[in-house]
């Protein structure tokens, strides 16, 4: 299996842009996680699913957030619109049942200049 | 709430050195705690695990010991390569459903040749 695939791996955009970010789970695994890793505040879950559905969006910072996951191999995380302190890296994991031995993608690193 | 505390890096090390990175922990009740590794330009990877008190976790020469008492579950290696530069995090979560990882801040790990 490739493992976890995310794309872009980087981005730049402009205050006020719309971003999404894209990620591949690995095939059969129905859990999946997006974290963002910052310098500042460190690696924060910000949403999770479990078989396409959002369990826990506790995490999302703000409305500007929102995450789909429309099917068992895709899910988007959108920032619309995009502000300067929203860059990071962000990370898509996916497991196998409730498992916190989660398989992360390479992660993205937006900037929002 | 739960947490996880790490020692500030970045430690620094030549190769062969003996490697220990702290980590200590605040729960109620018994977590499982994992350390994990994040190579540059990747995505953390479960580098080992621990499930109860006094269990060992290893995994490619390195181990931790999961310490009830001391509420600790600190990294050694007795030999490190250039190849383990890296950043590592220290983290819990619990068994039964679902439970949130909780992550440490990370330390960074340069050895050097």
């Known amino acids: 299996d490739a493992g976890v695939i995310q794309s872009p791996r980087h981005e730049v955009t402009e205050m006020g842009q719309e971003v999404t970010l894209r990620c591949k789970p690995i095939?059969?695994?129905?859990?999946l996680f997006w974290y963002r890793q910052t310098m500042m505040r460190g690696l924060e879950l910000l949403i999770y699913f479990n078989n396409n559905v959002p369990i826990d969006d506790s995490g999302m910072p703000e409305d500007r957030f929102s995450a789909k996951m429309p099917n068992a191999s895709f899910s988007t995380l959108k920032i619309q619109p995009s502000e300067p302190r929203d860059s990071a890296v962000y990370f898509c994991a996916s497991s196998l049942g409730p498992a916190p031995e989660a398989f992360f993608g390479q992660g993205t690193r937006l900037t929002v200049v | 709430g739960d947490s996880v505390t790490q020692m500030e890096g970045p430690v620094t090390l030549s190769e062969e050195a003996f490697l220990t990175i702290n980590c200590t922990y605040t729960?109620?009740?018994?977590?499982?705690l994992f350390w994990y590794v994040q190579y540059p330009g990747e995505g953390l990877q479960l580098l080992l695990k621990a499930t109860k008190a006094d269990d060992k976790g290893s995994n490619k020469g390195f181990e931790a010991t999961y310490r009830k008492e001391t509420t600790s579950f600190h990294l050694e290696k007795g030999s490190v390569q250039v190849s383990d530069s890296a950043v590592y995090f220290c983290a819990l979560s619990f068994s039964g459903g679902y439970q949130k990882v909780t992550f440490g801040t990370g330390t960074k790990l340069q050895v050097i040749p």
């Open positions: 095939s059969g695994h129905d859990y």
């Open positions: 729960a109620t009740g018994y977590p499982s």
